[in-house]
């Protein structure tokens, strides 16, 4: 994954529900192996209270 890819979420949180929209904005470093970076996203959509989170790559998929 890079900046700049449309991904769909895996993991439902708070304000946002599995299988939203979001455009990777930024990597962030983290420590730990295996789980696929850090990514800071923006939602794509109006319905959602949140504009952007941080999710592990794990719970990312990248849409094609």
Request: net charge positive; aromatic share 4%.
């Amino acid at each position: 994954m890079k900046v700049g890819d449309l991904v769909r979420i895996n993991r439902a949180s708070i304000g946002v529900p599995e299988g939203s929209l979001a455009l990777i904005v930024r990597k962030v470093s983290i420590v730990g192996k295996g789980l696929g970076g850090a990514y800071i996203v923006r939602f794509v959509g109006n319905k959602l209270p949140a504009t952007q989170g941080r999710y592990l790559g794990l719970h990312l998929q990248v849409v094609k």
